[in-house]
């Protein structure tokens, strides 16, 4: 685990079955205690996780700061996929921007994937008043995305390093390990840490 880091947290869908989030919330092992997590809602056009009302429900009766994101495809109508979410998710004050999965490209040109990727963007800042958060690996960014998405939050996925991804680019989240566990979830879950203090990471939630 990272330990130049207070704030922690993990990402989960509904591969990790039954959460109990009481659980999740109380766990401390060595000052680490779980403060966020980011749930999966929705996918492409048509998808929605089958766990996401449950979680987003439960982590925040549990006190958990919770963030919804969405598993994107350049492949199909960015518009659609914004109204997939938008009727699955509602965000309140407190939680954080919505999330832009974007991961696989499908053999699309990196210029469609980055149109496809700024029309969902654009909406969600318009319908939320806050710049979403991208998330990805580093790979990925630096090959499709690039400097144009700069200005959005970044949580980026790499696993297994000591001290931070190994990248010049800003980022605010960093998702650091695949094989976490928690208690109250029975399978292994994505380990996160936030860069910056809790006071930080309620400027960035919805006001």
């Given amino acids: ?23 999740v919330e109380q766990m401390q092992v060595d000052r680490i205690h779980i403060s966020f997590a980011f ?38 109508d960015p518009l659609k996929q914004v109204i997939n979410f938008q009727n699955v ?3 309140e004050s407190g939680d954080l921007p919505p999330v832009l999965d974007i991961e696989v490209h499908n053999n699309q040109p990196a210029a469609v994937i980055r149109s496809t990727a700024r029309i969902w ?3 969600m800042e318009k ?23 700069d200005k959005y939050p970044l949580w980026l996925a790499h696993y297994y390093q000591k001290e931070r991804p190994s990248t010049k680019r800003q980022w605010l989240f960093w ?15 994505d380990f996160n840490v936030f860069r910056g203090d809790s006071l930080a990471l309620r400027k960035l939630c919805l006001p």
């Fill in 1 to 23: 685990m990272p330990v130049n880091y207070s704030i922690h947290g993990i990402d989960v869908s509904k591969f990790q079955k039954n959460i109990n989030w009481s659980a």
């Fill in 39 to 76: 749930i999966k809602a929705t996918e492409g056009i048509t998808r929605q996780d089958a766990s996401f009302k449950t979680n987003w429900q439960k982590a925040k009766k549990a006190g958990i700061v919770r963030g919804a994101y969405h598993f994107f495809y350049s492949t199909r």
């Fill in 89 to 91: 998710v509602q965000l």
């Fill in 121 to 123: 963007l654009e909406e």
């Fill in 127 to 149: 319908a939320y008043g806050v710049k979403p958060i991208i998330y990805t690996n580093i790979h990925f960014y630096e090959t499709y995305l690039g400097e144009e998405f």
């Fill in 175 to 189: 998702q650091h390990s695949d094989i976490g566990r928690v208690n109250g979830i029975r399978t292994t879950v």
